[in-house]
């Protein structure tokens, strides 16, 4: 039964050939998992069990993160405003069509809260599948990741997206998980994704 956390959207239809059928493994056919959400709302921990879960199946697998792929480029004018971190994204989603279409799994963690990010994914992404971690406001500012919230109710930061930073939430996502809890349990809701992958 699926945890009360969890739910599959009815509206997360992709357009176009990717959608049509199960994936391959046999022919090698790339996929991407895009896992996106809030900083803090745990998308970072999901996407690592659930790479852990495909390379124990011995599955090609690449792991993405938002913040690996923006220290790596490390480009001076990319910052934190809405039109950098739009930029940033595209340059993942660039990233992840590469990885894919060399047969591998793609797992992908990044905020990335954008429409635009999301049409894109969908028409360039093989296989595409997305998993929105959705938390609330409370849950964040407990959770306070980084010291981000806190910073910005004091002034020292600005640009924070679910703060002062406004962001599109996605709305037909495949499959949307409500963490507003310490669950503990990301094993669960990896193999919950993963399960819901598969089964498309």
Not at 53 to 79: K, N, S, W, Y
């Amino acid at each position: 039964m699926t945890p009360s956390f969890i739910t599959p959207n009815p509206l997360g239809v992709s357009p176009g050939k990717q959608e049509e059928g199960h994936l391959d493994w046999q022919n090698n056919e790339g996929a991407v998992i895009w896992i996106t959400g809030l900083s803090g709302a745990g998308k970072s921990s999901i996407a690592c069990e659930v790479v852990r879960l495909l390379r124990r199946e011995q599955r090609p697998v690449a792991f993405l993160d938002g913040d690996e792929i923006r220290a790596a480029i490390a480009d001076p004018h990319v910052g934190y405003d809405r039109e950098s971190r739009l930029a940033n994204a595209m340059r993942i989603c660039r990233f992840a069509r590469i990885f894919s279409r060399q047969g591998l799994t793609v797992v992908v963690a990044t905020m990335s809260l954008f429409g635009e990010v999301y049409e894109w994914n969908r028409l360039f992404l093989p296989h595409y599948f997305e998993v929105y971690i959705r938390v609330s406001s409370q849950t964040l500012k407990k959770r306070n990741p980084n010291g981000l919230i806190s910073r910005m109710e004091r002034g020292e930061i600005r640009q924070v997206v679910g703060g002062d930073l406004d962001y599109d939430e996605p709305k037909t996502s495949h499959l949307i998980v409500d963490n507003d809890e310490d669950l503990g349990s990301f094993g669960e809701i990896a193999s919950r994704v993963l399960h819901q992958f598969e089964g498309r």
